[in-house]
């Protein structure tokens, strides 16, 4: 016991502490002014704090409203504090539908486009759903989001994110060292999404209890994923094998998102996208959506559409020179696909 009372140490490792105080330690100022009855030592992610057993509980409420606010929205100012401190709540202008996850650096993520918002409501009402489109818009991100969204929410107990490693015929022993050294080039995309949603603090200690696990596909045989929200993105470089036994991974309390695009299939051309089936199969069973996007949502620089076009432009230009023969080719590949 201190002479100016008792002691409570609490532990601020789960939220970005340094962000949380703000800079030059502003809103740590601003707290300490609103609690003259306790002492606040700040050392790194611990913080002691001395007073009373009544001051000490009562500081302990507002700053779990604090911390909780923070998880959700990704910051908190002054005026959130004082509304905590009147009636245990942020603003209620912050609890827009719309926003899917409040990001770091007061990053709102949200669906921007219509399908991206068809992509919002089909994961509401369905346990599995594929988004097929190009590259760039948004399916990948928007995906993440929800799960981001569902764990905070409480709604499930871990995410689960993966990824076909085709570059490395799935084979990673030869990369050079550990298992996240080994996956980093091929889940990059998904580590991006998450930095921009969740303090790298709380996503540290997310991927240290395997609240968020990142795999590659391989790594899903012989599972069942209960409780979880589970993407599996590229998934036009899955084999119909292995996006059957993917599928099938699926536990109770689970939400399935699988992500493509068809027109970036890098499997050898004697092996069928598992994507471009699994879409015609499944595409009739209820509690299975399928969303598709198109080039109108592109939300990266503006000359990513254009290029898209240009693309598609020359596709088409080539195909309607090929030979005979060529053609015959070509109706081989699109009947592997169809």
């Not at 809103?27 to 300490?32: A, E, H, K």
Request: glycine letters at 6%; a negative charge.
């Amino acid at each position: 016991m201190n002479d100016n009372g008792k002691e409570k140490i609490i532990s601020l490792e789960d939220i970005d502490y340094t962000h949380f105080w703000g800079s030059n330690d502003k809103m740590l100022d601003f707290v300490r002014l609103l609690f003259p009855k306790v002492k606040l030592i700040v050392r790194g992610e611990m913080l002691k704090v001395i007073g009373s057993d009544d001051d000490i509980a009562f500081f302990q409420e507002k700053l779990d409203a604090m911390m909780t606010y923070y998880d959700k929205f990704g910051r908190i100012n002054e005026n959130a504090i004082m509304q905590i401190m009147e009636n245990g709540g942020g603003p209620d202008t912050e609890q827009s539908d719309e926003i899917l996850v409040h990001g770091r650096n007061g990053i709102l993520v949200k669906a921007r486009t219509p399908n991206q918002q068809r992509l919002v409501q089909a994961v509401k009402e369905n346990d599995m759903v594929f988004a097929i489109g190009p590259a760039g818009t948004g399916k990948t991100y928007t995906a993440v989001a929800l799960a981001v969204r569902a764990l905070k929410n409480k709604e499930i107990r871990r995410i689960i994110l993966t990824r076909p490693a085709v570059e490395a015929g799935e084979n990673l022993g030869f990369l050079p060292g550990d298992l996240r050294d080994k996956l980093d080039p091929y889940l990059q995309p998904l580590y991006d999404a998450l930095r921009d949603m969740i303090p790298q603090q709380k996503l540290l200690s997310y991927w240290e209890d395997n609240t968020i696990e990142i795999a590659p596909l391989a790594f899903m045989r012989g599972r069942t994923l209960d409780n979880a929200f589970v993407i599996l993105d590229e998934a036009q470089n899955a084999t119909s094998s292995q996006l059957k036994m993917f599928l099938t991974r699926m536990g109770r309390n689970a939400k399935f998102v699988i992500t493509g695009d068809i027109t970036q299939i890098d499997l050898p051309r004697n092996q069928r996208s598992g994507l471009v089936q699994a879409t015609q199969l499944l595409k009739d069973i209820d509690g299975i959506s399928i969303i598709e996007l198109d080039n109108s949502d592109v939300i990266r620089h503006r000359l990513v559409t254009r290029i898209i076009q240009a693309y598609d432009k020359d596709d088409y230009r080539n195909q309607n020179k090929e030979t005979p023969k060529q053609n015959d080719n070509h109706e081989d590949i699109s009947q592997l696909q169809d």
